[in-house]
């Protein structure tokens, strides 16, 4: 029997097993419905595609299917659901620390009230980002001051590097968490 007649079972076992005709033929079976839904939460379409990827990836390695429980289609469905509201909650915590962050350094800023302690304290963790920024890799550290200080968005940040919108995103985003895991001590 031909690989593209067996069923999504031994598709996904014949895939897991190496064979690159069975992911060809399991992403085409499945791979609009993942990438669609995925679009339909997210509303981004480089999001979806790169959770479209992640999706695929995880079941390839190790997120168990049981047939038993449902048909192929129902178990992706639910778990791009998942992890699209994942993404969405990471993000609004990221921006929440950002955010955080931001208001801790602007109400900093305003030294009109401030005492001699509270100046230092000022200049202490300005110094801190300053150092943390400067750790950094230059892609990182580049596109957080494109954003953060130039006011540009991430688009703009894309054709002004000459770099796909997905790899601005991903560098802002690993960016910023390195930036909140080293001044995590600083925002607490």
Known sequence: ?????????????????GSSQAFGIFYDRYGELVYRLS????????EAEDLTQEIFILLSRNI?????????????SVLTRSRAIDRIRKTRSQQQHLQKWEQSISSEH???????????????????????LAD??????????????????????????????????????????????SLKDSLE
């Open 136 to 181: 950094l890799p230059d892609k990182h550290r580049q596109v957080l001051e494109m954003a953060y200080f130039d006011g540009l968005s991430q688009t703009e940040i894309a054709k002004a590097l000459d770099t796909p919108l997905g790899t601005v995103k991903s560098w802002a985003r690993n960016g910023l968490i390195r930036l909140r895991e």
């Open 39 to 46: 679009l339909r939460i997210l509303g981004n379409p480089q």
């Open 110 to 132: 305003d030294t009109s009230n401030s005492s001699l302690m509270e100046n230092a304290s000022l200049s202490e963790r300005s110094e801190k980002v300053k150092a943390a």
């Open 1 to 17: 029997m031909k690989i593209s007649e067996q069923t999504d079972v031994e598709v996904l076992q014949a895939w897991r097993s």
């Open 64 to 76: 168990t299917y049981d047939s038993k429980r449902g048909s192929i289609a129902a178990f992706l």
